[in-house]
């Protein structure tokens, strides 16, 4: 089992949709959780940081289950310009990333 | 947050040449990182760039075909060694600030990305 699973992509969404993505770690010890997002032939940029009460910004929510060990960002109204991959970051003693998901959004 | 600058910011290679990254950042840093980050993959951390020591290498990673220095606290270098089309990757280098609620938050620079040829 991978350290940190990303729902496989693409998610191929038209605008104004809501689209939602998870992503299971298996160390329970981990201790930070972050959403970075990457755009094509860019570098990945921290989209938002995920608490343990979940937090919202704007049109995004991320939220932790620390019980069954995932995260999820939920994107709501998406636009043009969301299209672009989503990364999982697990911290704890290492930092692990997700192999990301892969998001289109559609006029 | 932090700037981060890499170059070169893409380059063609011939196989079995070798390639330097340089990683500026806007101030003063302990630690950098470097990781890879090959076509369709997930990004993978190849070292710890110590100031005033060697490099601290993950498993899969060996000194003598990434070396690397870090001659002060604001900057960096990565070398890409005897280069195959294997090694055709993004190369990011990266550092971590602390962020308001969560800890230490990882900040990229804008990505070398190296063909091999």
Request: glycine share 6%; net charge neutral.
């Amino acid at each position: 089992r991978k350290e940190v699973e990303q729902d496989p992509g693409p998610f191929n969404v038209p605008e104004g949709a809501t689209v939602a993505f998870n992503c299971t770690y298996s160390n329970s010890a981990s201790q930070s959780f972050f959403w970075y997002r990457q755009d094509c032939r860019k570098e990945p940029k921290l989209l938002m940081s995920v608490y343990s009460s979940g937090n919202e910004d704007g049109r995004f929510t991320a939220q932790l289950n620390r019980a069954s060990q995932y995260i999820s960002l939920l994107i709501r109204d998406s636009k043009l310009s969301d299209s672009a991959t989503y990364l999982c970051v697990v911290r704890g003693f290492k930092t692990i990333f997700g192999a990301g998901t892969r998001l289109f959004v559609k006029a | 947050s932090a700037v981060i600058s890499q170059k070169p910011s893409r380059d063609i290679c011939q196989r079995g040449t070798s390639l330097t990254i340089q990683c500026q950042v806007d101030s003063q840093v302990t630690m950098m990182f470097w990781y890879r980050q090959q076509p369709g993959q997930s990004l993978t951390l190849i070292a710890t760039a110590n100031q005033g020591s060697e490099a601290t290498y993950e498993s899969g990673f060996v000194i003598d075909k990434f070396p690397i220095s870090r001659p002060n606290l604001t900057f960096s270098t990565l070398t890409v060694s005897n280069m195959s089309p294997e090694d055709s990757s993004i190369y990011l280098c990266s550092v971590e600030r602390q962020g308001a609620n969560s800890g230490n938050t990882i900040y990229f620079g804008e990505g070398s990305w190296l063909t091999v040829v």
